[in-house]
């Protein structure tokens, strides 16, 4: 089954820490996140993210996350593996199913998509998906 998944998803909860400096200079930080998905996938996923905070105030972030919930008619967990930017109040990314960590229902998903998040507002998904 080839699709394609849009939605939103909002962040629930951000516990934020520093744990030093890249070269004396740049912030480094990791985030504990709870996101909650709408839309064509509908469930809550649990994120870990690494930041380097840059002297402009932006940053470039790595994740993982684990989305339990449902897609379409199935149900299961799967992993999303984050790259991305936050720049003017805006964080942009791309997602990367990791291959293998489909549980249940969504055993041997993958795909890849992106999405966008302004500060304060959902933020909105895009997934292109396979499921055997």
Known sequence: MNTSATGQFDTIS??????GEANGGSKLARATV???F????EGRG????LMVY???ESATFIGL????GRLADREGSFVLQHSGTYRDSVATGTWT?????????????TGEGSFEARHGQ?????????LD
Do not use: M
């Open 14 to 19: 951000w516990d934020e820490h520093p744990f």
């Open 34 to 36: 709870t996101n909650v």
């Open 38 to 41: 709408r839309g064509d996938i």
């Open 46 to 49: 649990t994120l870990e993210y």
């Open 54 to 56: 840059h002297d402009d």
């Open 65 to 68: 996350e684990q989305v339990v």
């Open 97 to 109: 199913v990791v291959p293998g960590s489909g549980t249940g229902d969504l055993s041997g998903l």
């Open 122 to 130: 959902p933020a909105t998904y895009t997934l292109r998906l396979t």
